[in-house]
């Protein structure tokens, strides 16, 4: 772990077209090296477009965003890719990939544009498999899995890109109460191996269990930032949601309590 | 030191193999089919007995099995690309306007140039209106408010591959009074019947390159049939890959059409047909496209030649080839189509 | 990359291979016995030799016909044809009668391919300029000679004849069918040509083919034999400002009654063309136009062969044309005896043959 942020927004404004309205305002925040981070909000509040330009995909229309201290504008595609993985919401794969064959795509930001796989890349998706228990999975096509199993060997693929930080747009949004715990597992590990993980998601209770840091977003804005004891409050929370929202905690995890909408 | 390529390459060759092989043997088949001197099969000591008969082998049925290879391979190629890229596995360079492109293009050029006219300008010409049909369909497929993105690809490629269709027929017809022009069914139906060693190597400059791009680029197919957001994630340029293994594809494609006119079915078949053997993986299944789009042109050309006493044109037997062979394997198949 | 390697490799291999055994192979172009044969320009300007006068002549490409009746134009002629591509049964037909050999030919299907026209044998192919590079040119690259024609225009049909005269070794008969074309075109273009635009009626030519539906009617191009011939027969046509086309086109209804011409002269390939135009003088819609008002729509006559195309019969398509747009000056011509007269004079048929075998098939709006 670093003093470094691994991802520091400044000033960060995003509209879609030149014409449309902003729909993130001013986000200004660090996301520290080797945390685990949650970003918390309600729909349409621009988690996944804050996700996206962290990952590079979206150009801010205002301000600037470093990755690892280096500005993200100056770094080439294949440079970020080394560096920043993501997992997208819904990953749809349109042929009959086999897992492992998906997986190893996961090698591309160390292959050239006219090149192929070397003997290392397999190996380090057969290792990506079985890091995460899914070597059995190896020879199925992906459109056959079930969500979580998608969910799971997306996972594995993002992880051999073999990157310093991950991204992930509601991780969980699938999955069941089993496969959600084995993910939480799972970016709990690669927190304590160093990896900066950064997921949003619509589980308040399930990313303070695991998160280290947490943002809070609402109507475009960063409102509340910091380590996931100081800002999981009912306050902050209810803030965010716009409903009343209780926090407790049962056999020592965390808990949330939606009330009535007004 | 680099390190050794993958395994995966090597048992892929070997996998490979048996199909090689057997585009040789087609070839090589084909060489003693024909109508001279008698219908089918040319015994192969009349090519030392007879004059005629070794000239009607290596001068008219060889140059054509060359350039049926070529015309495969180049379709199957530009199939498997344009399935891969748009991720989307109902389509093939006859539905996307390049064909049609191609062929507006060159005649065309043919018309324009007149006497001028050389093949590689006409093959340009082909390339480049070949070019502009893909991007018409993509361009209306975005703004297309119906259906999801399969669908919406398909309709508006169907509308500029009508449109191209029509623009050949407007230059023969109404532009036309010399009959400059090959008659409008060799266009729309196409044919290798007027092939020579020369169209044969006029169309490398424009072939081997462009499948030398697709093979190089076959395992970064995989990655551009992902959505953008995995591809980027990936460190793909998309943009600038996407537009590197089109070119490449289209490269083929348009040269082999404005040779042989346009030939339909074979692009769309050939990229299952490897897809189902060999797996969805490009690392194989491209080069496998390629080797199967040879050997199925190869027969349906041999059949165009062979069975009447008149030529029946090549398009005609691809479709009745294609079309069959794609209903029995739609039917037979899960086909996953995204929405 | 190993793919890509072996892929290339085995294309230059291959192509190493092929073309080196195929360069000798390839230009002979039938050059051989330059000193006895003989040598004719043909109309695509190429100069053909031949060591002698061809023994098996073979026909093929689209319009083959046209070659084919030119040829049988020659006495003894039809003798050195051995095969040759017809599409329809009247076309068989014709040959029938003035061949009795017909049986001993061999008759190509339609769009018959390279490789089948040399497994006849032939010692010169002959063939429509425009089929050079469908079929022509894989022909020459085999080493079969091949002689290119035209025959579409006046001009063309008196060089191509000569062509034609010079090839068969019969120059002498050459310039006599020739005459004998130029003579009756001659005889109308002589007082045509005085005619002012003024005295020229407005002249429409429509091709119909009930097959095609009721309402497919076409005119022909600016540049075809149809239209020349209504000219030097003294007629004045309507429709060549505005069809630009290279091949039949399609017209409308309105678009005939706006030429509003004097003279309607109705083509019809399947067919009797003067029951045609009687159709359509009785059909109510039509009464609109005053060439069908006045009963001036007339069937474009034809015997086995259509008097329209440019087959050898078209000199008396003229002259029906003549005697139907011009009345005054063409008084003193009979139709039906020039119709005798061309196939008693350049086809040798007797008077009976031609009484009993052609007279009756006869269509159109004769006399």
């Not at chain 2, 299952?272 to 027969?299: F, K, N, Q, T």
């Not at chain 3, 076309?91 to 009668?97: E, L, N, P, R």
């Not at chain 3, 062509?163 to 006599?176: K, M, R």
């Not at chain 3, 005054?328 to 007797?350: C, K, N, V």
Request: charged fraction near 20%; proline fraction near 6%; glycine fraction near 10%.
């Amino acid at each position: 772990m670093t003093d470094l942020p691994a991802l520091s927004f400044a000033g960060v404004a995003f509209a879609y077209h030149r014409s449309a309205p902003e729909v993130l305002h001013d986000i200004t925040l660090d996301v520290s090296d080797g945390a685990v981070t949650a970003i918390l909000g309600p729909n349409g509040v621009g988690k996944s477009t804050l996700l996206h330009l962290a990952l590079g995909l979206l150009t801010p229309t205002a301000g600037a965003i470093e990755v690892y201290g280096r500005s993200q504008a100056g770094l080439s595609r294949r440079e970020l890719s080394r560096i920043v993985a993501m997992v997208p919401q819904n990953e749809h794969v349109p042929f009959d990939f086999t897992v492992l064959e998906y997986v190893l795509m996961g090698r591309s930001p160390h292959i050239s544009t006219l090149g192929m796989p070397t003997a290392a890349d397999e190996q380090a998706a057969v290792d990506g498999l079985g890091a995460l228990g899914l070597t059995e999975l190896g020879s199925r096509p992906v459109p056959e899995l079930s969500g979580g199993e998608r969910q799971l060997v997306t996972l594995a693929r993002a992880l051999t890109q073999g990157p310093r930080i991950l991204l992930l747009d509601e991780p969980a949004a699938h999955l069941d109460l089993s496969n959600a715990s084995r993910l939480r597992a799972i970016l709990e590990r690669l927190g304590r191996e160093g990896t900066t993980v950064v997921f949003s998601t619509h589980d308040p209770a399930g990313a303070a269990a695991v998160s280290d840091e947490m943002v809070l977003m609402r109507d475009g804005r960063v409102i509340c930032h910091g380590p996931t004891e100081s800002v999981f409050t009912s306050s902050h929370l209810s803030e965010t949601y716009a409903v009343p929202i209780a926090v407790a905690r049962v056999d020592g995890h965390p808990v949330v309590v939606p009330g009535e909408h007004t | 030191m680099a390190p050794a390529p993958s395994r995966a390459p090597a048992s892929a060759l070997r996998r490979l193999w048996p199909l090689g092989v057997a585009l040789v043997v087609v070839a090589a088949v084909s060489l003693f089919v024909g109508r001279y001197p008698e219908p089918f099969w040319t015994a192969p000591n009349l090519l030392w007995e007879d004059d005629l008969a070794a000239r009607v082998v290596w001068s008219h049925r060889l140059p054509r099995i060359v350039a049926a290879a070529l015309l495969g391979m180049s379709l199957a190629g530009g199939g498997i690309v344009l399935q891969t890229v748009f991720r989307n596995p109902l389509v093939e360079p006859g539905f996307l306007g390049v064909s049609q492109g191609a062929a507006f293009g060159a005649s065309l050029a043919i018309l324009g140039l007149g006497s001028a006219a050389s093949p590689l300008a006409v093959e340009g010409a082909a390339m480049l209106f070949a070019l502009v049909g893909l991007a018409l369909s993509a361009v209306i497929a975005r703004r297309l408010r119906f259906g999801g993105w399969v669908l919406r690809l398909i309709l508006g490629g169907l509308a500029v591959s009508a449109l191209f269709s029509a623009g050949v027929g407007v230059v023969k017809y109404l532009a036309d009074p010399l009959a400059d022009l090959p008659v409008i069914t060799f266009w729309l139906l196409g044919g290798l019947s007027g092939i020579s060693w020369q169209a044969v190597i006029h169309l490398l400059p424009f072939v081997l390159p462009g499948l030398a791009v697709v093979l190089a680029m076959r395992w970064r197919l995989n990655l551009l049939s992902l959505q953008d957001e995995t591809a980027f994630s990936l460190g793909t340029a998309l943009t600038r890959e996407r537009a590197l293994v089109l070119a490449g594809a289209v490269a083929a494609v348009s040269a082999a059409t404005a040779v042989a006119g346009i030939i339909g079915w074979v692009g769309l078949l050939v990229p299952h047909l490897a897809r189902r053997v060999y797996g969805a993986d490009s690392r194989i299944a491209v080069p496998a496209s390629l080797l199967i789009g040879a050997i199925l042109v190869v027969i349906c050309d041999d059949v165009a030649r062979s069975l009447l006493a008149g030529e029946i044109p090549l398009g005609i037997v691809t479709s009745l080839a294609g079309a069959a062979g794609f209903i029995v394997l739609m039917t037979r198949t899960t086909l996953r189509v995204p929405r | 990359m190993s793919r890509t390697h072996l892929m290339r490799g085995w294309a230059a291999a291959a192509l190493a291979v092929a073309v080196s055994v195929a360069a000798p192979a390839c230009g002979d172009d039938g050059s051989e016995g330059a000193d006895a044969g003989i040598t004719v320009v043909d109309a695509r300007g190429r100069t053909v030799s031949l060591s002698g006068v061809p023994d098996r002549i073979t026909v093929a490409g689209r319009a083959a016909f046209m070659i084919v009746d030119a040829v049988y134009l020659f006495e003894g002629a039809g003798d050195r044809l051995a095969a040759f591509e017809l599409g329809r049964d009247s076309q068989i037909d014709f040959v029938g009668i003035v061949d009795p050999h017909l049986d001993d030919k061999q008759i190509l299907p339609k769009s018959v391919g390279a490789e089948q026209v040399a497994a006849t044998d032939p010692d010169l192919v002959l063939m429509k300029s425009y089929m050079a590079g469908e079929l022509g040119e894989p022909l020459e690259r085999l080493g079969i000679p091949v002689l290119y024609l035209d025959l579409e225009t006046p001009a063309q049909y008196e060089r191509d004849l000569e062509t034609l005269g010079v090839v068969l070794g019969e120059p002498e008969q050459a310039d006599e069918i020739i005459r004998f074309y130029r003579e009756r075109v001659d005889r109308i273009a002589s007082v045509t040509g005085a005619i002012s635009d003024d005295e020229r009626p407005d002249v429409l030519v429509l091709r119909y083919d009930p097959a095609e539906g009721t309402a497919a009617f076409d005119v022909p191009p600016a540049s075809w034999l149809q239209t020349e011939m209504v000219e030097i027969a003294g007629g004045s046509p309507v429709w060549t400002g505005d069809a630009g086309g290279s091949g039949w086109t399609r017209v409308g209804f309105e678009q005939i009654a706006a030429w509003d011409p004097d003279q309607i002269f109705l083509i019809s390939y399947s067919g009797d063309p003067a029951a045609l135009a009687e159709d359509l003088t009785a059909d109510g819609a039509w009464r609109e136009v005053r060439a069908v008002s006045d009963g001036s729509v007339l069937g474009w006559p034809g015997d086995l062969s259509s008097w329209d195309q440019p087959d050898t019969r078209w000199v008396l398509g003229l002259t029906w044309l003549f005697t139907k747009i011009q009345p005054g000056p063409a008084a003193g011509i009979d139709i039906m005896a020039e119709t005798s007269d061309l196939f008693t004079g350049l086809y040798r048929l007797t008077p009976e043959a031609v009484r009993l075998e052609v007279l009756p098939l006869l269509v159109g709006s004769l006399p």
